[in-house]
């Protein structure tokens, strides 16, 4: 940093005086620091603008008072139905899902060192699909039973792709390889439950393959508000082992990570992030996968700031919003926010590719 | 260039000098009985595919409906599935080919239509076709298919190339998943509004021979016959390509020429067999595999074994996807994705990590 020819002191004096150095360090910190923090707070005002907007408007257009007093919990005739059964718990839902889908994708793209390794590419969404759809076609379930199938259907899935890809140690190409994978024997069992399904059974099920957010009810907003916050809790607890883990699993060993052990918890907890929300809002494209390249790019050099959990959910949260929202009035049919997503990412993902490849980054 | 001029795989692939160098790497009694059981084996398969099914006959059905007879319900199910037997066939042929060739040409051992997502492309393309411009006939779902395949199998392998270290196993990988994760979402943005494409759809997608009729069989065959013809015209120059770009240029292979004629012959055959079948996948990655091991890395040997292995495996799964799920049916495409996935792991758990 001192020896950037830019910096005034490197051209004029050979050896800086200490304390202009230490000074010039945590200028830059505080700088970093700074820039951290305005980026999470500018993404958490556009989330509540975009939560406000989705409250506000619609089919049916409502005044702020109005809406207001429906989220105070009264009665409001006409709003407390649209806004308090139908908006209110779609937007929690979207967000929440939103966030817990970019933690997992940030981390799994942290920890394996690829920003294409992101659990929905890697399979593990594929899981809670397969089941989530064989439960629903196939032997009737009721919604809590599918999430739950879903859920223990994605850990079992992460599971099965980590010891598999296990041998003489851990390597990431290899469980980004077999994830893929397992991940095309998953598709195939979702088409094949698809192509027998009924019609009416149909829609529901298209949901698993896609992501979407109709029919999101408050039952389903506090085991997702449980699971972001517990298992955010401790993917941030994580974070120092998961930045050493990022230096290569010699280096952090040396460093005094336990690697296997961290790698186990930050999978299972990451993993379980990820069930939820599939299991709330279905295998939503590409949200994990955007989420962390997005918020590291708004990061610039502040990324090292502080935890790159927390700006990866906002990004994640107001992704799945404004799809969503985006999906529903955008065009002249409704889409499910997924396929917004799909479609909205495939540019992007594009590019990464092309980026992330020329510069060595897949390897 | 990192990546080693042998293929980075496991041993059948090591002594992967070209034939003209090393001499013939397994002796002709090897092949010659190989190539006898292959042989035996589809005349059996074939023969299987006629008699098994949904509904179980009897021989003399069996005779009465090869003979054309069609006058009760066993001997029309049989004659049914003559054309079935012959698409199963033909389908697997040109996806064990097409998955040589894209194998061969991108010294890629995980090199497979489905992986690289030129399933999806075909499939996004025929459903555009059926939505905005009201394509019906067949015919056109040919062109459509193997355009889409086209644009695919060009746009994956350049992503998938470009950078340091060329077209890596897992570059291309993880660029043909994310490829057709984007694809499948623009194929559901497209079909969603539309209930009747959305229906017809979901059958084409997965990948079956059951509707089979000589006259789709005869119109896909020329685009069939062309790339087969393009595979066998790209034998020797892909032997050479395993040594390296450099070498192979060393040797007087034109390597732009030989990857351009060998990619259009994969594109033309995977296209094709996508476009009468649906997407079936895993089947080019498997049978070059297969077919390696046990006739050595020479392409000129390769390609034509490549397609009778990949006709026995895909009629044999047809038969199983029709005889487990009784008295309802398993499409092939599911038969063979349950069967290619674990081999797909087991060939990326043999390969060494650097090679990756």
């Given at each position: 940093m001192v020896a950037r020819p830019g910096a005034p002191e490197a051209g004029t004096a050979s050896t800086p005086p200490v304390a202009s150095v230490i000074a010039q360090v945590s200028a830059g910190r505080r700088a970093r620091r700074r820039r951290y923090l305005l980026v999470c707070a500018v993404l958490a005002v556009l989330i509540l603008v975009t939560v406000a907007v989705s409250l506000l408007f619609g089919r049916q257009t409502f005044s702020p008072a109005e809406v207001i007093r429906v989220l105070l919990g009264e009665q409001v005739p006409g709003a407390s139905f649209t806004v308090?059964?139908?908006r209110l718990p779609r937007a929690l839902v979207g967000a929440l899902a939103g966030a817990a889908f970019g933690m997992a994708g940030i981390t799994f793209q942290t920890m394996l060192r690829?920003?294409?390794?992101?659990p929905d590419i890697i399979g593990i969404s594929s899981g809670a699909s397969a089941a989530a759809v064989f439960c629903i076609v196939l032997?009737?379930?009721?919604e809590t039973a599918v999430s739950i199938v879903a859920t223990l259907a994605a850990l079992v899935t992460a599971g099965v792709i980590y010891l598999l890809s296990f041998r003489d140690g851990l390597s990431g190409t290899r469980l980004i390889l077999i994830g893929i994978g397992i991940s095309a024997m998953l598709q195939s069992v979702v088409s094949y439950v698809l192509s027998r399904a009924a019609q009416w059974d149909l829609q529901t099920a298209m949901r698993w393959l896609n992501g979407n957010l109709n029919?999101?009810?408050?039952?389903?907003?506090l085991p997702l508000v449980v699971a972001v916050v517990v298992a955010g809790a401790v993917l941030a607890l994580l974070a120092k082992s998961l930045d050493a883990l990022r230096l290569g699993e010699e280096t952090s060993a040396a460093l005094g990570v336990r690697v296997e052990r961290t790698r186990v918890l930050l999978i299972l907890f990451s993993v379980t992030l990820l069930a939820f929300a599939t299991a709330a809002a279905?295998?939503?494209?590409?949200v994990a996968f955007l989420a962390g390249p997005i918020s590291v790019r708004l990061l610039?050099?502040?990324?090292?700031?502080?935890?790159p959990l927390l700006p990866a959910a906002l990004v994640g949260a107001l992704l799945i919003l404004v799809a969503d929202f985006a999906g529903q009035f955008a065009f002249g049919t409704r889409y499910p926010v997924g396929v917004i997503t799909g479609v909205l990412g495939a540019p992007y993902l594009i590019y990464l590719l092309i980026r992330s490849t020329r510069t060595g980054g897949a390897q | 260039m990192s990546t080693p001029a042998a293929p980075p795989t496991a041993p059948p692939i090591i002594p992967a000098a070209p034939p003209a160098l090393t001499?013939?790497?397994?002796s002709w009694s090897v092949r010659a009985v190989a190539l006898l059981v292959l042989a035996v084996a589809l005349v059996l398969a074939a023969v299987a595919s006629v008699a098994f099914g949904a509904r179980g006959v009897t021989w003399a059905d069996i005779v009465a409906g090869v003979s054309g007879?069609?006058?009760t319900l066993a001997e029309a199910a049989v004659a049914q599935r003559v054309p079935r037997t012959v698409l199963a066939a033909v389908v697997g042929a040109a996806l064990g080919v097409s998955g040589a060739l894209l194998q061969g040409i991108?010294?890629?051992?995980?090199?497979d239509p489905g992986i690289f997502g030129i399933n999806n492309g075909a499939a996004l393309f025929v459903v555009i076709g059926m939505s905005f411009f009201g394509m019906t006939s067949p015919y056109a779902y040919i062109w459509v298919a193997l355009l889409g395949a086209a644009v695919t199998a060009v746009f994956v392998y350049l992503v998938g190339s470009?950078?340091?270290?060329?077209?890596?196993p897992l570059k291309l990988a993880l660029a043909g998943a994310a490829t057709s994760i984007a694809l499948s979402s623009l194929v559901s943005a497209v079909i969603l509004p539309r209930v009747e494409v959305m229906d017809s759809f979901r059958f084409w997608q997965?990948?079956?021979?059951?509707?089979?009729?000589f006259d789709t069989i005869a119109r896909v065959a020329p685009f069939l016959l062309v790339g087969f013809l393009l595979a066998l015209i790209s034998a020797r120059g892909l032997d050479s390509l395993a040594l390296g770009d450099e070498m192979a240029r060393g040797l007087g292979v034109k390597v732009e020429r030989t990857r351009i004629i060998a990619g259009v012959g994969a594109v033309l055959l995977c296209g094709g067999a996508t476009a009468v079948a649906g997407p079936i996948a895993f089947i080019g990655l498997v049978v070059p595999h297969l077919c390696r091991m046990v006739y050595g890395p020479d392409h000129r040997w390769l390609l034509p074994l490549s397609a009778v292995t990949g006709a026995v495996l895909l009629t044999i799964s047809d038969v199983v996807g029709r005889v487990i799920a009784r008295p309802e049916e398993l499409e092939v495409g599911i038969v063979t994705a349950l069967v290619g996935a674990p081999f797909f792991i087991v060939v990326v758990r043999r390969m060494k990590v650097r090679a990756l």
């Open positions: 308090g059964v139908l690829n920003p294409l390794a992101s032997l009737s379930m009721s029919g999101s009810t408050m039952d389903q907003v279905g295998p939503v494209a590409f610039g050099s502040a990324g090292s700031a502080g935890s | 001499g013939r790497t397994r007879s069609q006058e991108s010294r890629n051992p995980l090199a470009l950078g340091r270290g060329g077209a890596t997965i990948g079956g021979v059951g509707g089979a009729a």
